[in-house]
Protein backbone atom coordinates (compact mmCIF):
# COMPACT_ATOMS: atom_id res chain seq x y z
CA UNK A 1 0.00 0.00 0.00
CA UNK A 2 1.09 3.27 -0.94
CA UNK A 3 0.35 6.77 0.58
CA UNK A 4 -0.14 9.57 -1.62
CA UNK A 5 -0.22 13.30 -0.60
CA UNK A 6 -3.99 14.49 -1.87
CA UNK A 7 -4.83 17.70 -1.66
CA UNK A 8 -8.89 18.84 -0.31
CA UNK A 9 -11.82 17.68 -2.88
CA UNK A 10 -14.00 20.05 -3.86
CA UNK A 11 -16.40 21.28 -0.98
CA UNK A 12 -20.12 20.81 -0.86
CA UNK A 13 -22.13 24.02 -0.94
CA UNK A 14 -22.74 23.30 2.85
CA UNK A 15 -19.38 23.38 3.98
CA UNK A 16 -18.30 26.19 2.17
CA UNK A 17 -20.88 28.37 3.83
CA UNK A 18 -20.24 29.46 6.99
CA UNK A 19 -22.07 28.94 9.71
CA UNK A 20 -25.33 31.00 10.79
CA UNK A 21 -26.33 31.91 14.34
CA UNK A 22 -28.38 28.74 15.58
CA UNK A 23 -25.91 26.55 14.21
CA UNK A 24 -24.05 26.70 17.39
CA UNK A 25 -23.96 28.34 20.99
CA UNK A 26 -23.28 32.05 21.18
CA UNK A 27 -20.32 31.47 23.11
CA UNK A 28 -18.51 30.18 20.16
CA UNK A 29 -19.01 33.38 18.10
CA UNK A 30 -15.69 34.49 19.51
CA UNK A 31 -14.36 31.87 17.49
CA UNK A 32 -15.91 31.45 14.43
CA UNK A 33 -16.00 35.09 13.67
CA UNK A 34 -11.96 34.88 13.87
CA UNK A 35 -12.36 32.41 10.73
CA UNK A 36 -11.70 35.17 7.61
CA UNK A 37 -12.51 32.39 4.63
CA UNK A 38 -15.52 30.46 4.11
CA UNK A 39 -13.79 27.56 2.69
CA UNK A 40 -12.61 25.65 6.34
CA UNK A 41 -10.53 23.12 4.82
CA UNK A 42 -8.17 25.77 3.39
CA UNK A 43 -8.13 27.19 6.48
CA UNK A 44 -7.24 24.45 8.60
CA UNK A 45 -4.42 23.38 6.27
CA UNK A 46 -3.08 27.12 6.10
CA UNK A 47 -3.43 27.45 9.84
CA UNK A 48 -1.49 23.94 10.14
CA UNK A 49 1.01 25.95 7.71
CA UNK A 50 1.17 29.15 9.68
CA UNK A 51 1.54 27.08 13.03
CA UNK A 52 4.53 25.20 12.43
CA UNK A 53 6.27 28.21 10.69
CA UNK A 54 5.66 29.61 14.13
CA UNK A 55 6.99 26.90 16.27
CA UNK A 56 9.87 25.82 13.82
CA UNK A 57 13.26 26.01 15.80
CA UNK A 58 11.58 26.76 19.56
CA UNK A 59 14.04 25.45 22.48
CA UNK A 60 12.36 23.57 25.21
CA UNK A 61 12.73 27.04 27.39
CA UNK A 62 10.28 28.90 25.17
CA UNK A 63 7.91 25.50 25.25
CA UNK A 64 7.87 26.26 29.39
CA UNK A 65 7.39 29.70 29.02
CA UNK A 66 4.33 31.07 31.28
CA UNK A 67 3.61 35.35 30.78
CA UNK A 68 2.19 35.13 34.25
CA UNK A 69 2.22 32.54 36.91
CA UNK A 70 -1.42 31.40 36.89
CA UNK A 71 -1.06 30.82 32.81
CA UNK A 72 -0.03 27.61 31.14
CA UNK A 73 3.13 27.69 29.79
CA UNK A 74 3.47 27.17 25.27
CA UNK A 75 3.48 23.25 26.29
CA UNK A 76 0.05 23.63 27.84
CA UNK A 77 -1.30 25.45 25.37
CA UNK A 78 -0.87 23.49 22.45
CA UNK A 79 -1.30 20.61 24.38
CA UNK A 80 -5.08 22.33 24.85
CA UNK A 81 -5.13 23.06 21.77
CA UNK A 82 -4.65 19.47 20.38
CA UNK A 83 -7.10 18.27 23.22
CA UNK A 84 -9.69 20.83 22.27
CA UNK A 85 -9.39 19.39 18.00
CA UNK A 86 -9.55 15.92 19.40
CA UNK A 87 -13.03 16.11 21.09
CA UNK A 88 -14.17 18.76 18.54
CA UNK A 89 -13.75 16.29 15.84
CA UNK A 90 -14.64 13.76 17.59
CA UNK A 91 -17.85 15.74 18.07
CA UNK A 92 -18.05 16.34 14.27
CA UNK A 93 -17.85 12.45 13.73
CA UNK A 94 -20.72 11.30 16.07
CA UNK A 95 -23.37 13.97 14.55
CA UNK A 96 -22.11 13.32 11.13
CA UNK A 97 -22.66 10.57 11.13
CA UNK A 98 -26.48 10.38 12.61
CA UNK A 99 -25.54 9.85 16.22
CA UNK A 100 -27.91 11.58 18.24
CA UNK A 101 -27.13 10.69 21.52
CA UNK A 102 -26.44 14.02 23.15
CA UNK A 103 -22.09 14.33 24.09
CA UNK A 104 -21.04 15.50 27.16
CA UNK A 105 -19.19 18.72 27.54
CA UNK A 106 -15.53 18.58 29.20
CA UNK A 107 -13.43 20.66 31.84
CA UNK A 108 -10.54 22.06 29.76
CA UNK A 109 -8.30 23.09 32.95
CA UNK A 110 -8.57 19.47 34.02
CA UNK A 111 -7.48 18.55 31.13
CA UNK A 112 -4.22 20.69 30.74
CA UNK A 113 -3.78 19.73 34.61
CA UNK A 114 -4.11 15.83 34.60
CA UNK A 115 -2.16 15.94 30.62
CA UNK A 116 1.52 15.27 30.52
CA UNK A 117 2.34 18.92 28.58
CA UNK A 118 4.52 19.96 30.76
CA UNK A 119 6.59 17.08 31.12
CA UNK A 120 6.69 16.47 27.34
CA UNK A 121 9.30 17.67 24.87
CA UNK A 122 7.96 20.42 22.64
CA UNK A 123 8.57 18.33 19.65
CA UNK A 124 6.51 16.11 20.95
CA UNK A 125 3.99 17.93 20.79
CA UNK A 126 4.36 19.45 17.10
CA UNK A 127 4.11 16.08 16.02
CA UNK A 128 0.87 15.11 17.95
CA UNK A 129 -0.25 19.06 16.39
CA UNK A 130 0.33 17.43 13.20
CA UNK A 131 -1.01 14.45 13.38
CA UNK A 132 -4.02 15.82 15.07
CA UNK A 133 -4.43 18.60 12.21
CA UNK A 134 -4.16 16.06 9.09
CA UNK A 135 -6.59 13.63 10.78
CA UNK A 136 -8.88 16.49 10.88
CA UNK A 137 -8.98 17.73 7.96
CA UNK A 138 -9.01 13.95 6.14
CA UNK A 139 -12.80 14.02 8.51
CA UNK A 140 -14.02 16.81 7.28
CA UNK A 141 -12.31 15.83 3.82
CA UNK A 142 -13.95 13.11 3.55
CA UNK A 143 -18.03 14.31 4.87
CA UNK A 144 -20.63 14.56 2.13
CA UNK A 145 -23.03 17.26 1.94
CA UNK A 146 -25.82 15.57 4.40
CA UNK A 147 -22.94 14.87 6.56
CA UNK A 148 -21.78 18.64 6.73
CA UNK A 149 -25.16 20.14 8.00
CA UNK A 150 -26.86 17.26 10.45
CA UNK A 151 -27.11 18.95 13.96
CA UNK A 152 -26.61 17.52 16.89
CA UNK A 153 -26.15 18.29 21.19
CA UNK A 154 -23.15 18.90 22.50
CA UNK A 155 -22.47 20.22 26.04
CA UNK A 156 -25.85 20.74 26.08
CA UNK A 157 -26.15 23.12 23.31
CA UNK A 158 -27.02 22.44 19.41
CA UNK A 159 -24.80 22.23 16.68
CA UNK A 160 -23.83 21.55 13.26
CA UNK A 161 -20.58 19.28 11.89
CA UNK A 162 -19.84 22.87 9.96
CA UNK A 163 -20.05 25.05 12.68
CA UNK A 164 -17.50 22.95 14.62
CA UNK A 165 -15.57 22.94 11.96
CA UNK A 166 -15.33 26.83 12.30
CA UNK A 167 -15.16 26.55 15.85
CA UNK A 168 -11.77 24.55 15.17
CA UNK A 169 -10.24 26.94 12.59
CA UNK A 170 -11.53 29.94 15.29
CA UNK A 171 -10.23 28.08 18.36
CA UNK A 172 -6.56 28.00 17.13
CA UNK A 173 -6.98 30.90 15.68
CA UNK A 174 -7.50 32.73 19.43
CA UNK A 175 -4.59 30.64 20.29
CA UNK A 176 -2.37 31.62 17.81
CA UNK A 177 -2.78 35.58 18.67
CA UNK A 178 -1.87 34.84 22.23
CA UNK A 179 1.06 32.55 21.46
CA UNK A 180 2.18 35.19 18.77
CA UNK A 181 1.52 38.73 21.64
CA UNK A 182 2.35 37.17 24.90
CA UNK A 183 4.72 34.19 24.51
CA UNK A 184 6.96 34.73 21.14
CA UNK A 185 6.90 38.27 21.12
Excluded at 79 to 96: F, K, P, Q, V, W
Aim: proline share 5%.
Amino acid sequence: MTLIETTPTAMTSTASTRPQPGEYAPYYDRYISLVPANDTLAALEDQRRQMLLLLCGRTEADGDLRYAPDKWSLKEILGHLNDTERIMSYRALRISRGDATPIEGYEQDDYVRNGPFAHLPLADLIEDYIAVRRATISLFRNLDEAGWSRRGVANKNEVTVRALAYIIAGHELHHRRIIEEKYLK
